[in-house]
């Protein structure tokens, strides 16, 4: 028993340790708030603030309503209908994980613009003056919410997908033999069923959405992040704009306690009893009506920007810059592979010592950490920067007073710096897939292992990381794939010499070479897609083995 | 075992110490890699040292260097805009290079006071019309596109973008704060649309006939007329640049530039490699390949710049346009330019 108990302690104290280390940049962060400037917050509060709490909130709610509304019923459809091209729909659908939200904006302005070929084309076909018909806008806060929840949804999706196939076929039958009709079945029993899972994806990907820079900015929408990096750069006010930094992360930490408090009264552990949700054969008008409804959201988020910029990349890529390209694509695979083991295995122990011992501190460090997913790269940037150069120099000190030797920085500038700027930017991400996971696995499992005389790490290793193939990987996949498309962290960090592809398309668009831009992004996306597909196996096979 | 892990801490350090012995100098640039990568690489042909290079916004590598403190390898920084060279100055980062080269080959009206920067090269923010529908005897001064008579007429990009901010804080400069305010409230009434995009696209937005006239940096024109792509060439070719103020103070011009940072270990290189930039053939290289104005008399303009004319430039002190970059934004912000 006090073997146990300190075992369990043990794995609290790492993660509290592992909590601290990574907290720091949002301590950096928080502690600006002990410089308060009450005249620049008169002026941004008399002048711009409003909009940018407006904005932001719009933005996010929008995004966390489109993506739930997509990533739902895909979900659903996928989950429990055999239709006609269903396996390939499945592979299909998680594409839009591989693109990034500043290319898809960069890429349906190309394609919607007033300048661009498709109202061109209407206004030559009908003879029309430039303001002679109505075209909806894409470069703004509306056409930033559909473009984001084009390329968001598969965090809900993924999410969703997972509980709605473990779901009992019982209660499908239990539904039938009562004559409910599939629909309010849907509503009345599957969706709350899926609730915590559906509600955690969609926290998530209103979460990347108050993070986003490069769609708001594109498309000149004033939102929290724009105005961090205008108060930071324009008023150069670094303090001010850690402020605005620790308001958004507020707003995060509420989402945060939202989508607790709607777990906390849905305690359900997925039962393997039984057998999990069947999909019904469906044939005919019906099947093509499922195909096409479920074909529409990677069309959009996928399949049309992917055209475009094969179609830019092939008319106009200067074939000779091509050499280079392997580098790149190394060094962000490397960044991903490297970061996304590290995310994941940190994840999964912060999730396990809360399991072992569910205490207030430990809860409130998993909070703690969960917040960088919100911060802007740069800010978690700079909150990277200031303890490690401290850490370098005091370093450099030590070596000098014992050994004589001054090894310069040895943690900035370094990949280092990059993978610690990773691990609190999207620890958010593997958490949230780990701790989902580990809720679902019923306590009984652990008391068994107790009392078989397991250690704690034993259980882990015999239980919870075999039933949780399928979380660490959903999560391992999603953090690859964000560190992939990760810029402003990866661009103020990075070692001399080095660049990435997410570097190099960013470099070329914001220089509004949008044309050239098109290699390196087509690059991103093709690299983000093998771990895709990898996932979409996986979670195909471990679906299979329970069905 | 204390022992034991000095040792190996020891050993760590010399793996992971960046240092070598060859020549080389440290870029820190927030000029695209592309735009200057070439000069870069001509300089270690010619002079053997070799050139480390990151790239970046220019704040985030002023606050890199910041944090790297004494240790930071930084040798030479590169901005793209003035208030940031200005910035890196307050901050105490830079140091004073008082090379007689830097000196004799760059206008004082470009150059730090105190020697802490030097331009590299020169950019300048006109008004552009299109050519069809706008008749430039109609345009005269930046003062008079407040005027009625544009109302819904102009394109410009936000106010987040730094060119605005320092052609805003360059007229604060020129007519005091009040009558910039009232010009700002003014331009904004006049607004064909909500700030969008860069300055290409309100190239495009003027072609399109979103808006009539536009205010944009001459070498996204240039770039865009010397398009590979014969399309973006043919939108480019409706434009005609419009040099306002001409009678009087002068076209708003920025520039590029570079500093040494305060704590440079390879000075020798950093200094070598600012002479190079201003030599004749690395200022011809800008002019050719990026449409930037040299800082140098006597260099020759690529045939686009040319073909857009030549220009009174305003003179004044880009310190002080650096300084009032804040005042600037906050102006902006109460004037409700996005």
């Given at each position: ?8 302690s ?6 509290v340790?592992?909590?601290?280390f ?21 002026h ?15 933005l996010a ?19 429990n ?41 209407v206004?030559?076909?009908?003879a ?18 559909v ?5 968001l ?82 008023l ?19 989402l ?35 195909f ?14 992917f055209?475009?910029?094969?179609i ?62 919100a911060m802007?790269?740069t ?10 150069g ?19 920085l040895v ?9 610690f ?11 949230n ?7 679902r ?36 996949l ?15 960090l ?21 044309i ?7 690059t991103i ?12 196996k996986?979670?195909d096979?471990?679906e299979r083995?329970?069905? | ?16 110490s ?16 592309a735009l200057?990568?070439?000069i ?33 390898p ?8 003035v ?9 105490g ?16 009206y ?37 005027d ?7 394109c ?48 495009k ?21 010397n ?39 390879n ?21 050719e ?50």
């Amino acid at each position: 028993m006090i073997k146990t108990a300190l075992k369990g302690s043990a794995f609290t104290l790492y993660s509290v340790l592992a909590g601290l280390f990574l907290g720091l940049p949002i301590f950096v962060i928080f502690a600006s708030f002990l410089f308060w400037d009450a005249a620049i917050w008169q002026h941004l509060s008399s002048t711009v603030l409003p909009r940018y709490i407006s904005n932001s909130a719009t933005l996010a709610f929008g995004v966390g309503f489109g993506a739930t509304l997509i990533g739902t019923y895909l979900a659903w459809l996928i989950v429990n209908y055999d239709f006609y091209g269903r396996r390939l729909i499945q592979w299909l659908v998680l594409l839009p994980l591989a693109m990034p939200a500043y290319i898809i904006a960069y890429t349906y302005t190309g394609l919607l613009d007033f300048a661009g070929p498709l109202q061109t084309l209407v206004r030559d076909t009908f003879a029309l003056g430039s303001q002679d018909y109505w075209f909806p806008e894409i470069r703004s806060l509306t056409g930033a919410i559909v473009l984001m929840s084009l390329v968001l949804y598969p965090y809900v999706y993924i999410l969703a997908r997972t509980a709605f196939s473990e779901q009992s076929q019982k209660y499908r039958e239990v539904s039938e033999l009562a004559g409910v009709s599939p629909l309010k079945h849907f509503l009345k029993v599957a969706l709350p069923l899926a609730r915590p899972a559906i509600m955690t994806g969609a926290a998530l990907a209103m979460m990347e959405a108050l993070a986003d820079f490069g769609t708001v900015e594109y498309f000149g929408v004033s939102t929290f992040t724009t105005g961090i990096y205008r108060t930071w750069f324009g008023l150069g006010d670094i303090n001010a704009a850690s402020q605005l930094s620790g308001f958004l992360c507020l707003f995060v930490f509420i989402l945060i306690m939202i989508e607790k408090l709607s777990r906390r009264d849905s305690q359900n552990y997925s039962s393997r009893q039984g057998k999990s949700a069947q999909a019904k054969k469906v044939r005919g008008m019906q099947s093509a009506f499922l195909f096409l409804l479920c074909s529409l959201p990677v069309t959009f988020g996928f399949i049309v920007p992917f055209v475009q910029l094969a179609i830019w990349t092939f008319s106009f890529s200067d074939i000779s810059s091509l050499e280079d390209y392997p580098e790149y694509a190394m060094n962000s695979a490397m960044l991903a592979g490297i970061g996304c083991v590290v995310v994941v295995t940190m994840a999964l122990l912060f999730s396990y010592a809360k399991r072992l011992q569910p205490s207030k501190t430990v809860s409130g460090f998993i909070q703690f950490v969960s917040l960088g997913y919100a911060m802007p790269g740069t800010v978690i940037a700079i909150g990277v920067l200031v303890p490690l150069g401290w850490l370098d120099i005091k370093l450099n000190m030590f070596t000098n007073a014992y050994f004589d030797v001054q090894p310069g920085l040895v943690l900035s500038g370094t990949i280092f710096a990059l993978i610690f700027a990773y691990a609190i930017r999207f620890m958010s991400v593997a958490l949230n897939n780990t701790e989902a996971g580990i809720q679902r696995i019923k306590p009984s499992m652990d008391e068994a292992s107790k009392v078989l005389g397991d250690s704690s790490i034993q259980r882990l290793f015999r239980i919870h990381i075999p039933l949780l193939k399928a979380s660490l990987l959903s999560a391992a996949l999603l953090v690859f794939v964000d560190i992939l498309k990760e810029l402003p962290a990866t661009l103020v960090l990075r070692p001399f010499n080095f660049n990435t592809l997410a570097v190099k398309a960013f470099e070329l668009a914001s220089d509004e070479r949008l044309i050239d831009a098109a290699l390196p992004s087509i690059t991103i996306v093709l690299v983000g897609i093998l771990p895709v597909i990898l996932l979409t196996k996986t979670l195909d096979g471990i679906e299979r083995k329970y069905a | 075992m204390v022992r034991i892990s000095s040792v190996f801490v020891l050993f760590l350090l010399v793996i992971f110490s960046a240092h070598s012995i060859a020549a080389e100098v440290n870029v820190y640039s927030a000029r695209k890699e592309a735009l200057i990568k070439p000069i870069l690489d001509d300089f270690s042909k010619e002079t053997g040292i070799k050139v480390n290079l990151i790239t970046g916004g220019a704040d985030a590598l002023i606050s890199r260097i910041q944090s790297e403190g004494q240790f930071s390898p930084a040798d030479v920084l590169i901005s793209t805009d003035v208030g940031r060279l200005v910035r890196a100055k307050q901050l105490g980062i830079t140091q004073v290079n008082a090379d007689d080269f830097v000196v004799e080959n760059v206008p004082a009206y470009l150059r730090d006071e105190e020697q802490h920067w030097t331009a590299l090269t020169l950019r300048a923010r006109p008004i552009m019309y299109a050519k069809d529908r706008v008749n430039p005897e109609s345009l005269s001064t930046m003062q008079a596109l407040t005027d009625e008579k544009w109302k819904n007429r102009i394109c410009i990009r936000s106010s987040n973008n730094i060119y605005n901010q320092s052609m805003i804080s360059g007229m604060i400069q020129t007519q005091g704060e009040a009558k910039t305010l009232a010009w700002a409230k003014g331009l904004v009434a006049n607004f064909a649309r909500t700030p969008k995009g860069g300055d290409r696209d309100q190239i495009k937005a003027v072609v399109a006939g979103e808006c009539d006239i536009a205010i944009a940096n001459t070498y996204y024109l240039a770039g865009m007329l010397n398009d590979e792509d014969e399309a973006t060439r043919k939108t480019a070719q409706q434009v005609a640049v419009f040099w306002p103020d001409q009678e009087t103070i002068g076209a708003h011009v920025n520039i590029s530039g570079v500093s040494v940072a305060k704590h440079a270990k390879n000075l020798d290189a950093a200094k070598a490699l600012i002479r190079f930039m201003l030599t004749d053939e690395a200022q011809v290289w800008y002019a050719e390949t990026n449409h930037e104005y040299p800082v140098k008399e006597g260099i020759k303009w690529s045939q686009t710049l040319q073909d857009m004319g030549t220009f009174k430039a305003q003179d004044v002190s880009l310190s002080k346009v650096g300084e009032t970059n804040a005042k600037a934004l906050m102006l902006m912000d109460s004037a409700g330019w996005r």
